[in-house]
Each structure stands twice: as structure tokens, then as C-alpha cells.
């Protein structure tokens, strides 16, 4: 089993910046598609923006413009740059790893953003 560990969440005030990282416990990294995800109370777990092997990234449209996804094969991890935080981007986010036959998920950080 792949572990994925989260790490970066915190408290921010609206219009700050917060980066997440992914750290992913396996050699195999490089072909994993990555992923974001995100939680709140009550709510589905949504899909915040996405990377394949390759490169090609995918966002929800209510963070286009404003966060960056990316990923390090070298240092087998995945990094969200979240900036011009808004209160709704509170929650839980989940980091996700998968290939055929494969999905991880990470325990998830907690992202609060708050005056």
C-alpha cells in the first residue's frame, strides 16, 4: 500500500497564500496520477484540481486562477499552491494517488482560512 502523507494546511487570513504537499512512500511515484481533494461538514469530498504522469493539470473552476498543482518526481511528491484564499476554501484537503488497479488517499490537512 502506498502511504501519502499531507502536510501545509493551517490558518491563513482571506487573500493569503498556503502551500500543501504530498509526500508518497513509493519509488513508483512517476506514474501515479495526483490529485487534490477537499471535505467540509455535511458536504461530498470534491475534486479541487488534478495532475496526470505527463504534466496535464485539471482544476474545479472556483479555484482556476488562483491555486497551482505540481509535482516533483524527483522527490516523489505533489504540491498544491493555493493563493487568494477565500473564506469557502475552508476544509479538509485530501491528497490522492492512483493508477490502474490502484487508489490512495492521504489522511487529509486541515485548511481553515478566517479574519
Known amino acids: 500500500q502506498v502511504q501519502l502523507v499531507e502536510s501545509g494546511g493551517g490558518l491563513v487570513q482571506p487573500g493569503g497564500s498556503l502551500r500543501l504537499s504530498c509526500a508518497a512512500s513509493?519509488?513508483?511515484?512517476?506514474?501515479?496520477?495526483m490529485g487534490w481533494y477537499r471535505q467540509t461538514p455535511g458536504k461530498q469530498r470534491e475534486l479541487v484540481a488534478t495532475?496526470?504522469?505527463?504534466?496535464?493539470?485539471n482544476y474545479t473552476d472556483s479555484v482556476k486562477g488562483r491555486f497551482t498543482i505540481s509535482r516533483d518526481n524527483a522527490k516523489n511528491t505533489a504540491y498544491l499552491q493555493m493563493n487568494s484564499l477565500k473564506l469557502e476554501d475552508t476544509a479538509v484537503y485530501y491528497c490522492?494517488?492512483?493508477?490502474?488497479?490502484?487508489?490512495?488517499w492521504g489522511q487529509g490537512t486541515q485548511v481553515t482560512v478566517s479574519s
Open positions: 495532475i496526470s504522469r505527463d504534466g496535464l493539470t
Open positions: 513509493t519509488i513508483m511515484f512517476s506514474i501515479y496520477a
Open positions: 490522492r494517488g492512483w493508477v490502474p488497479r490502484r487508489d490512495d
